[in-house]
């Protein structure tokens, strides 16, 4: 029997498999090609809309640049690290934003309190969950317009329920006075962060099992003992994903600062730049000023902080995973 009609007989009974034929060949490299090209499309958009511009915010920390004429280009002696580290300006926005981010703790702890409510199946917990979740899709435009009326030093509800409580004393300049101006910005962000810390704890919640808490109450636990040996442990994934999450947000803070912080003519953010944080000042030294030089060296600094909190939480998880 020739071997072609050995391979035929072989194919018929199931012995090997059929031979891959041209069109099946042709069909596979245009998945194959359509698969890269897909792939591409998402890659080539962050080489030339993120990596190219991380190049040259690199190089150009070491450089002086006539506004944005990459031509223009030329070694600084590290003159532009000596003018940001002597700034006071900056240091007084690390302080600002480390203020905004740890209002990330506060609304990661309401969320805790109030997806643990929730998950009592009380009667209209479903519409509260999505009630607090509206300020978290809400646009933060609107929301700091919303709260910018709430807080107008003259007819805002804010004030006016502290004069109708308090008196006429009570009443705060709150975009006047250097000392409560942030507090606007860390309330703002404690009422809209909480919605999707809600929404996450409720489903971890739901995830852990029951009979954990039949057996704790079996050997006399009560409700504090329960949640501090069973719920938090079982909720610790996502208690660090959002930590992780809220803390480089807050470190990250631009758009409701820029809002509440209109720039005048002197180019201060508010009352004594108390509502300057290190992106909004990156944007002031780049776009306002042209001084991207400045705006790069800023932006890697804020990297460096970004990157060593994110590993210290990483540690300390892995300890507290290690110590389990």
């Not at 240091?91 to 929730?118: E, K, N």
């Not at 953010?269 to 000042?281: E, S």
């Not at 030294?285 to 994110?310: E, N, Q």
Request: charged share 15%; hydrophobic share 55%.
């Amino acid at each position: 029997m020739a071997y072609q009609e050995k391979v035929a007989v072989a194919e018929a009974v199931g012995a090997v498999e059929p031979a891959p034929t041209a069109r099946r060949r042709k069909k596979i490299n245009k998945e194959a090609a359509f698969g890269l090209i897909t792939v591409l499309i998402p890659l080539i958009g962050f080489v030339v809309f993120s990596g190219f511009p991380i190049v040259i915010s690199f190089i150009v920390m070491f450089c002086d640049m006539d506004y944005y004429n990459l031509g223009s280009i030329a070694w600084n002696n590290f003159a532009t690290f000596q003018k940001v580290f002597t700034d006071d300006v900056f240091y007084r926005s690390l302080l600002v934003t480390l203020w905004v981010a740890s209002a990330q703790f506060v609304s990661l702890a309401i969320s805790l309190l109030m997806s643990v409510l929730l998950s009592k199946k009380v009667f209209g917990s479903k519409v509260f969950q999505i009630l607090f979740f509206v300020p978290y899709v809400c646009s933060s435009i609107a929301v700091s317009i919303m709260w910018m009326w709430m807080f107008n030093d003259s007819f805002g509800i804010i004030n006016d329920l502290l004069v109708r409580m308090f008196g006429e004393g009570a009443r705060v300049q709150w975009f006047n006075d250097p000392s409560v101006y942030t507090w606007m910005i860390f309330i703002v962000t404690v009422w809209q962060a909480p919605g999707y810390g809600i929404v996450m704890y409720k489903a971890a919640l739901g995830s852990v099992d029951p009979a954990l808490y039949e057996a704790a109450q079996m050997d006399g636990a009560n409700a504090w003992t329960q949640f501090y040996k069973i719920t938090l442990p079982s909720i610790a994934p996502t208690t660090f994903y959002l930590l992780m999450a809220g803390v480089i947000a807050g470190l990250l803070s631009f758009d409701i600062p820029k809002l509440f912080s209109p720039l005048d003519w002197t180019g201060e953010a508010g009352p004594d730049n108390m509502g300057l944080t290190t992106v909004l000042y990156v944007y002031i030294r780049g776009m306002t000023y042209h001084d991207m030089p400045a705006a790069s060296v800023m932006s890697w600094v804020m990297f460096v902080i970004t990157f060593i909190a994110s590993f210290i939480m990483f540690k300390m998880r892995n300890r507290k995973e290690r110590e389990a």
